[in-house]
């Protein structure tokens, strides 16, 4: 089966160099912008892409390509206004969350019959869920899906024990969390961030109990997708958790500094607290990360979501796709998983031996099998603001008491759409 | 001819003018132009009326953003003032290096990235944690959670606002303390004015035109706030304005608009219905001074 | 405290005393509010790394190595340093061109008048109160149409008719007394001399502070250099900075806070500087010579 895959991609990469070699020479050289998140343009991450970099433009004579690292509000504005002025760079990274935007300002461009023309080894790469978002319709693709997150549930050994918790099996399901919460409380010690103070931690909370049937907004309708049962099952979560929280919310320094500092039990966010903690680590922090529990045994909660490369129309549309497609390809994302222990959207490395069996890429593949997307389904519209802010409002203001959570999942979803209306 | 005997002033003036005309009177033309359409700033824009300016005042986000911007200025101005002339007095009454170094050290946080001043104090407001809650617990009070209790945000961002900008306007009335002679004060003194009589009678009036600019400055930008409060919320574009919208700001809520939802036209429309609350307020201020002072 | 030494009754003088010790006390309660919470920030950057930072203030540093380690790594590994000098020559061409066109349209404004003076002194005022945000993208396209985008023209150019700093000056120089400059005409000093050799001498104070302010709001504009300058070898040190300040960043906190610290450095240095030029009783001076 291993041996199979890799020669299955081995296949995909001649078929690529292949591809490389069958397009015509270049009548003019070319210089393609390449604008990234600010992560994979610093320190080992830059070296790495600008290795791909290299590789690529050794198989393209006559291209140049310019890495640009920005924080991630900025891509959104600086694609936003390259659009407006005819400046946009030619491949970019981006969240899947602002898709539709930039479709909208015509900063994609439609990779559908590129991406239909490249071999059947090469598409058979892309974990299916994380291509499907780049396509909202039957013919268009606009994007490639390349990074991403699932949630991971970090543990801290140190505070469980004293709390006498049986550390060797992670919570089966949210009763059994929630009892050793209790106990992690009783014991001196917080059992977990406010969950109600960030929209992601709650969509991580509502996927403990909700699925995809019932996430995310029915643009046809302009309604949202969740159910108020659900919602109320949250809500009473929420509530369940306010005497173990500690008041902090999953992003803010503190909630770091209390796991650091052997306070705080749980800390339920995305692989990238993992270098934080690692540091912690060597002055003697005691932590591992497992999957959220899920009101149901044997299934989890947690998020996901992918960050994309899109592809600019215009004059240099043809190759910047292709460097596009070269970067996303399994050699590639082998190597950026390896270095970096970072998941990623081509299934193919992500199932490579040597990625498979790092701890941070196992655990994440397992993540996201379970996790839902954080704002489905993508490229169709913009999620308005009022949309994100109404569940923060009703998540907090349940916990603190002013509704019932059936009260405040019925308020709530009149609320939201009330705001997709609008 | 009237004409010539005035051309040195134009000449003057025209430099800047024609700067300005070019780099700020032709775009707020133009932003006039696309508030009434629809216009995301790439595709051509078509015409929809008072569609946008319609779909804003009707909107929640911007009464509260509205509201919240009345109890902000009517708070943040006067003290944050009152906070700076205190300031300028307190580092004018010391020399040598004594001044230098309290009018540094006021003057530190205005020199910080906002993200770091923003990051510094979501430290301090951290509940059950946070320095300030910990000082609050020593004397028994309960930790409050500054940043996320609605009723407490506004006051949280106005601390942190007065901390930052405080040295600002310091900076400004120390150089108007400086340009007044120092005879007034002995003519002062001889006549047996006290410190706080000296104040009322020569500083003040003297600074009169500086302590106006510095009101007036201090309400055109602070009607304008947007990245304190959109830092201490950890907003981004797609989501902002904190709990309950408690720390929504209207240039908070139309670069959401613009950059969040590519909504250039309804960002401009935005952006003149504030201008016209803006227009008002200032046109008060100038008002109430041509009353009091006649030029 | 002159007239606390000639008085002779002692009450007077115990009660002048109480309040320099008040005033002493106040000063440096405010300068540690002021201080503290950046001392705290240095003291981030000068610690071991994997410690809690937040929840209790660190007051002394813990590791002055690990601090100079983190600021190598970030001149090292990103362009800071071409940021600061980028970022330098856009604060001091802003400035030149703010002093320069924003005195000369002040000074005619503020003691003189002339047909429209009113009407455009109301229109630059408003210029102040249309906030950035509508005004940004028409400006934007309007650069690019130029084929300014990423070059220090386009940076510096489309700010230099700043109304803040000729708002700024108008109200200092309202405070010049008028017969100095009916003195000078009758010396028979021509209009652009009056500008030069009297006014400006007199305006030094604002100058110096329009500078100094100037510096810190070019210094710390994000929006106009991202947009119009997106190019890396363009970067402000906002913008190199903004690339730690990413919420999902796998950097640790303290290389955040430290690549934020270096920013502050540059503005600190130039307040320090200049505002020990600003000197006492200039209208005075004027008016005796």
Known sequence: MKTSTRLQSGVAALALIAAGVATPALAQDVTLEYWVYSDFAQGDALALQQEFISEFIAEHPGVTINITGKGDDDLTAGQVAGAASGTLPDVFMNAAGVGAQLVSVGALSNLYDQWMAMPEEYRAQFDEDALNICMPNPGELYCLPYTGFGSLLFRNLTVLEKAGIDTTTPPATWDEWLDQMKTIKEAGFYGIPDQTLVFNSIAATYAMAGDESNWGIDWETRTTKIDPEVMTKVLQMFVDMVPVNSGTSRNDQATKDLFISNQLAYHAIGPWVDPTYRQAAENGLDYDYVLLPSVREGDHGGIKSYEIIGVAPGDNQEIAFEFAAFITEKQQMVRWAKLLSRYNANAAAMADPEVADLPLIARSVESVKYALQTHPPYFVDTVPNCYLSTIIDFASATADGEYTPEEGAKEMIDELNYCLEG | ?295 | MSVAEIAPALPRRRKVRVWTVLRWMLAFFIALIAILPVWWMVNVVFSNPGEPVSINPRLYPTSFQDGIDKIYMIFTETDYLHAYLISLLYALFTIAGVLLFGSMAAFEFALFDFPARRILFAIIMLSLMVPAAVTIIPTYLLTAQLGWLNTMQGLVVPGLASAFGFFLLVQFMRSIPRDMIEAARLDGASHFQIYWHVVLPLSRNALITLAILTFMQTWGNYMWPLIVAPSPHMYTVGQVVGLFNSPYSHQTVDVVMTANLLAAVPPLIFFLIFQRRIVEGIAMSGTKG
């Open chain 2, 1 to 295: 001819m009237p004409a010539r005997r005035h051309l040195p002033h134009y000449l003057m003036v025209a430099p800047f003018v024609i700067l300005f005309a070019v780099f700020f009177l032709y775009p707020i033309g133009s932003g006039l132009f696309y508030s009434f359409h629809d216009w995301n700033a790439v595709k051509p824009a078509t015409f929809v009326g008072f569609d946008n300016y319609a779909r804003i005042l009707s909107s929640r986000d911007f009464e509260r953003a509205m509201w919240n911007l009345g109890t902000y200025i009517i708070i943040t101005v006067p003290l944050g003032i009152l906070v700076a002339f205190g300031l300028a007095l307190l580092v004018d009454s010391f020399t040598g290096a004594w001044g230098a170094f309290f009018r540094g050290a006021y003057f530190l946080p205005v020199v910080l990235p906002a993200f770091l001043a923003a990051t510094i104090w979501r430290w301090i407001y951290t509940p059950n944690f946070g320095l300030l809650n910990m000082i609050l617990g020593w004397f028994g009070i309960e930790s409050i959670n500054f940043l996320n209790d609605t009723s407490t945000m506004l006051y949280s961002l106005i601390a942190v606002d007065i901390w930052i900008s405080a040295g600002f306007n310091m900076v400004i009335i120390l150089a108007g303390l400086k340009n007044i002679p120092s005879e007034l004060y002995e003519a002062a003194r001889l006549d047996g004015a006290n410190k706080l009589q000296q104040v009322v009678y020569v500083t003040i009036p003297m600074l009169g035109p500086v302590l106006f600019f510095v009101i007036t400055y201090g309400l055109i930008s602070a009607m304008q706030v947007f990245d304190k409060p959109w830092l201490l919320t950890g907003s981004s574009f797609t989501s902002y304005g904190g709990r309950r919208n408690a720390l929504l700001f209207p240039v908070m809520d139309m670069m959401g608009r613009a950059f969040g939802a590519v909504k250039f036209g309804e960002a401009a429309a935005y952006g003149f219905l504030l201008t016209i609350a803006i227009v008002f307020v200032t046109a008060l201020m100038f008002l109430v001074r041509n009353l009091r002072a006649p030029r």
